[in-house]
């Protein structure tokens, strides 16, 4: 039995460095402006591991190369830093679909330099439409960037995964989980707006005590299946939760909010996104005042 | 579920969650995607839509294949009896419209167009303000949507080609004159056209004109594809009313009331904003967004409940038709409202985009 990788209670996320925001477009906008010089994100960064964040959970976006290129160049700096990737970055691909078709833009994000082999692979892979094959081959392409940083965890988006739990492709939960571990020496997550319903799945393909990370907020907000349900998810099933939009895109205050979430049994992680170091305080503060240890 | 694109295979994956659904069968020409969907979730697939009628027992489709191909294959299901979903657009001629709206009703079955946005809460808002009558006489909407598509110059795909229609009218814009239509109803008239080219080189772009609704009410329409600024497609519909305003996007619902009106009690004079956060009813499995659930369980509520006259009919859509069908007879140089066959041949933007065309 391999030893579960430990999760720091307080994850940084990515929305606000993306132009994403759930409750406003003007205010996306604003951020996207904020941040389109790398150095804003370094700074908000910093703050952040300043507060004792060490871990940034951040999406496969071109523009996290950037970080991640800053983060290896100066590891003195940050010598316990670590991220979670969460693959892919969505958009990079419907684009890609939109623009060349569905199979040829699968083909344009198989990896094509380096060994021939690679290219072989990915060209029998294809062919022979062997997914388990080509998922290993899409993992590796968006890895990448993460070159020699430490990426404890790799989670799986979920627009993906609930894609596939959507159209069935069970198979493809068990491929990326199996590739993560071996290539990487990761544990896999799971974001999910369905958790009770993933779970499901990965109970019947026995991935045993997935990381899973969703939505867990008072007002139930994009938590299908509803709060109650969520809840005796939470205290009842074998799996390390990360709480994501717990402030319901500012819907709650952050107290409220975060009070709730402390209350929930078993919540390994609680994952937020800020622009300002004294939101970050404020946050990283409620979250250490509130949460209670975690029965292992 | 016929056609398996992204918009196809985004449906499959909603309405094989449904509780109350059982997906029998698939169909698309794709022979490489549904080997994989066979070969992975078991999922039975024809590559003729014929094949599939002849050999399935079927209570309803989801059709989500190139527009041009709508008209023909709602025309058989509904002749099979059989229930319709229909991505958007309809159909890319009125009369075909007009056809099998008459079949659809006259069988009394249930049909329905993927409108996604008469199922967003903050569009739902901003329509019951509207026909509150708070906003006292209406006598402007203008609706905008931008979005990053079309990017650079490119030739050798279903662009290059003119007599197929297309472009951000039929992809774009008729989202945008849809949700229009749902809040104040369809114009009787549009003026000013321009459909124009930023990178295509033969078809549209962007798509502005103004539209005219009687009673002194008008509209103006701003449609823009090639807009890199924008992350993703972002509409934004405003209502002018001698007692006020609305403004809707997809995040919220602004409204402002020069003074509170009866048929708006919960509103107070002012601004009053709501965000999605308390204006969107919790689906039962969330892909991409709620309004993608909520018109799927919409339409199996439907089936059940025999609800022929519901939200987003053959009907209503084929208004929203009419009006692009006005804005390219404007174009064209053609009178004024006149109810022209839409684009000679057909759009195949979507289904060319997916697959490369």
């Known amino acids: ?296 | 579920m016929v056609g398996l694109g992204k918009m196809g295979l985004s449906h499959h994956a909603i309405v094989n969650a449904h509780p109350g659904i059982k997906v029998v069968a698939a169909c698309d020409t794709s022979a490489y995607l549904t080997d994989v969907l066979t070969k992975y979730t078991g999922l039975k697939c024809y590559a003729d839509f014929d094949r599939l009628l002849e050999g399935e027992s079927l209570d309803a489709v989801v059709i989500s294949t190139p527009s041009k191909l709508h008209a023909g294959m709602v025309e058989k299901a509904l002749s099979r009896g059989l229930h319709v979903f229909c991505e958007k657009p309809f159909v890319l001629n009125v009369a075909d419209g007009e056809r099998l709206v008459a079949l659809a009703e006259q069988k009394r079955l249930v049909n329905q167009v993927g409108y996604h946005y008469r199922f967003v809460g903050a569009f739902q808002e901003a329509a019951r303000v509207a026909r509150s009558g708070a906003l006292g006489q209406l006598h402007h909407i203008r609706a905008e949507a931008y979005g990053p598509v079309v990017l650079r110059p490119k030739g050798g795909t279903w662009r290059s080609a003119k007599d197929e229609g297309g472009g951000a009218l039929f992809d774009y814009a008729c989202h945008a004159i849809d949700a229009m239509n749902f809040m104040v109803g369809p114009p009787s008239a549009v003026s000013g056209v321009v459909l124009g080219s930023v990178f295509s080189r033969d078809v549209d772009d962007e798509v502005y004109c103004t539209l005219h609704y009687g009673e002194g009410m008008s509209g103006q329409l701003s449609v823009n594809w090639s807009d890199e600024s924008f992350r993703k497609m972002s509409t934004k519909v405003s209502i002018w009313g001698r007692n006020g305003r609305v403004t809707a996007d997809r995040q919220e619902c602004q409204i402002y009331l020069r003074e509170a009106h009866p048929g708006l009690p919960d509103v107070r004079k002012g601004w009053t904003v709501r965000y999605t956060t308390d204006l969107t009813e919790e689906v039962w499995f969330y892909l991409r967004g709620e309004e993608y659930s909520a018109q799927i369980d919409y339409f199996a509520k439907s089936i059940e409940q025999g609800r022929t006259d519901g939200q987003s009919t053959f009907r209503s859509a084929l208004e929203t038709d009419r009006v692009a069908s006005m804005i390219l007879a404007q174009h064209r140089g053609e009178v004024p409202g006149s109810q022209a066959p839409v684009a000679a041949a057909a759009s195949q933007g979507l289904w060319s985009r997916l697959f490369g065309g």
């Open chain 1, 1 to 296: 039995m391999r030893e579960a990788v430990a999760m720091d209670r307080v994850l940084f996320g990515d929305n606000q460095f993306f132009g994403v925001n759930h409750m406003s477009e003007e205010k996306a906008r604003a951020q996207s402006m904020r941040f389109q010089d790398l150095q804003a994100i370094l700074d908000v960064l910093d703050a952040a591991y300043q507060e004792g964040i060490r871990t940034f959970m951040c999406t496969t976006h071109d523009r996290v190369a950037e970080i991640c290129d800053h983060f290896r160049a100066n590891r003195e700096q940050y010598p316990d830093y670590t991220f979670y990737p969460c693959m892919p970055y969505a958009h990079k691909y419907a684009n890609a679909v939109t623009e060349h078709g569905m199979v040829e833009a699968l083909r344009k994000f198989l990896p094509e330099d380096g060994a021939l082999g690679a290219m072989m692979k990915g060209g029998v892979a294809l062919a022979s439409k062997d997914a388990r094959a080509i998922m290993g081959l899409l993992i590796d392409a968006e890895m990448k960037m993460f070159h020699g940083l430490h990426t404890p965890v790799i989670f799986i988006q979920n627009v993906i995964t609930d894609l596939l739990l959507g159209l069935g492709m069970k198979d493809a939960f068990r491929f990326f989980a199996d590739h993560v571990r071996e290539r990487y020496g990761a544990e896999p997550g799971f974001i999910t707006m369905n958790t009770p319903r993933l779970l499901d799945v990965l109970d019947d393909l026995g991935i045993d005590n997935p990381i899973v990370c969703s939505n867990i907020n008072k007002i139930g907000f994009r938590m299908c299946g509803g709060v109650e349900l969520y809840e005796q998810t939470i205290a009842k099933r074998r799996f390390r939760p990360i709480a994501m939009s717990v402030l319901a895109s500012g819907a709650l205050s952050p107290r409220e909010a975060v009070e709730y979430v402390c209350r929930q049994p078993r919540i390994e992680s609680i994952v937020f996104g800020a622009s300002s170091r004294a939101n970050i305080r404020q946050t990283k503060a409620l979250i250490d005042e509130l949460s209670v240890p975690v029965p292992r």
